[in-house]
């Protein structure tokens, strides 16, 4: 009995999936729950199982989109599992369609004239691509030719740029992939971020000094209890919580002509992935500690960097913090992730002088960015949150910790 493979919902909006890759080839045998493919949705990258043992039918390609319920293989569930390894015999048989079969020359013709019928077609553009060619201005000996032996055709002129300049003496190579549809959905909204909000950025500094002493003091003892390191985003992310509990108008959004603000705090941490850029989302952070941020982030990030991540976990934020810093930035103007309103982004800690009890002092410091949309924060509120936010890192144990860190940290 042939089983039919559909695709499955990966979420609810979504109506269509992208096979990104084939993990197994047609004709195998494959294991009830083995992973056969991985598909990309505008969202995540999920991995499809197979839903019965038996030898497997592709019914697509890889890059094909697809609709939620199309079918896209089939499994004979009545196939018997081949006996031993035949994984050898399968690289045997690539090795041999991968080595390309040499060329005889004619029997008509020399070894050196065949060279040299050789050397002429590969200079010598077809009559549609000349004509092409010299319309751009372009020497044909400026163009590799993928037709046969070399030859220039129609499509290699229409693909043929002129030369910048003089050309360089070292490799001018250059290579196409397609975006996967994730890739393709953040360029989307990024797109649309710009042209449909008001955005502004408004910036600030922070001295990390009182937390670089918390966490000097605090984290192994902290880990060896929790498990879990004691880094920045937990203050970060608490410290977000109450700013937002402030200025309750940067943990709102446009919807048609309404605002809709919320009393919960849904925090997007912003993480690269092996797939692009994700957010997943820590919920209701205003009911967390510092144990529970770190343990969210962390289970995570690794979520999404063993793409794991699921559509459900990236959605429903209401503001998002992104950390430029662990690539190096000093200072970044954060897109807003949309539908929110407002993002935090995060710089690196540098040592700088600053003006501390009227004498100069050296301390780290972070620069930090607050994105958000001028149709529903006002000024006001933007750099009134920003301030909130500087005044908790720079005063963690009064602001974020009662004045009780033992408690705080459930040491």
């Not at 050309?167 to 710009?194: D, F, H, I, N, Y």
């Not at 962390?298 to 979520?303: D, E, G, I, S």
């Not at 503001?319 to 949309?338: A, C, D, E, Q």
Request: charged share 30%; hydrophobic share 35%.
């Amino acid at each position: 009995m042939a089983l039919e493979m559909k695709v499955p919902s990966p979420g609810e909006s979504i109506t269509e999936v992208e096979i990104a890759q084939w993990l197994v080839e047609d004709g195998d045998y494959v294991e009830k729950d083995q992973a056969i493919a991985e598909v990309d949705s505008d969202k995540a990258t999920l991995e499809l199982p197979a839903e019965a043992s038996g030898i497997i039918t592709l019914k697509a390609e890889e890059g094909d989109a697809v609709a939620v319920g199309e079918v896209v293989c089939l499994i004979d569930t009545d196939a018997a599992k081949p006996e031993g390894d035949s994984s050898s015999d399968k690289e045997e048989q690539k090795e041999e369609k991968a080595e390309p079969k040499k060329e005889e020359p004619s029997k008509s013709s020399t070894p050196e004239q065949a060279q040299d019928k050789k050397t002429y077609a590969s200079g010598s553009p077809s009559p549609a691509a000349k004509k092409t060619l010299d319309e751009k201005g372009i020497d044909a000996k400026d163009v590799k030719g993928t037709g046969r032996d070399g030859r220039i055709t129609k499509e290699d002129a229409v693909n043929a740029q002129p030369s910048m300049g003089t050309p360089g003496t070292g490799s001018r190579g250059e290579s196409r992939s397609k975006m996967s549809m994730l890739r393709r959905k953040v360029a989307e909204r990024l797109v649309s971020v710009k042209n449909e909000t008001a955005m502004l950025t408004t910036f600030n500094e922070v001295d990390m000094t009182p937390i670089f002493e918390l966490r000097n003091k605090y984290k192994e003892d902290f880990k060896a209890k929790h498990g879990v390191g004691l880094g920045f985003m937990s203050f970060f992310t608490l410290a977000c919580v109450r700013a937002l509990e402030m200025y309750p108008a940067v943990n709102s959004m446009i919807d048609g002509k309404e605002m809709v603000s919320f009393d919960f705090k849904d925090i997007s941490i912003a993480v690269s992935g092996p797939k692009g850029l994700m957010v997943p989302v820590i919920r209701n952070a205003e009911n967390l500690s510092f144990r529970g941020v770190e343990s969210e982030v962390k289970r995570l990030a690794l979520r999404a960097r063993d793409g794991q991540i699921t559509v459900d976990e990236m959605t429903g934020g209401t503001f998002t913090i992104t950390n430029g810093g662990v690539f190096g930035s000093m200072l970044s103007t954060p897109i807003i992730n949309p539908p929110q309103s407002a993002i935090l982004g995060m710089h690196n800690i540098v040592e700088r002088p600053i003006v501390r009890d009227g004498g100069i002092a050296i301390a780290p410091i972070m620069y930090v960015a607050l994105s958000y949309d001028h149709r529903i924060i006002d000024g006001k509120e933007s750099v009134g949150f920003l301030v909130a936010v500087k005044e908790a890192l720079e005063n963690p144990e009064e602001l974020l910790m009662d004045n009780n860190v033992l408690k705080a940290l459930e040491l």
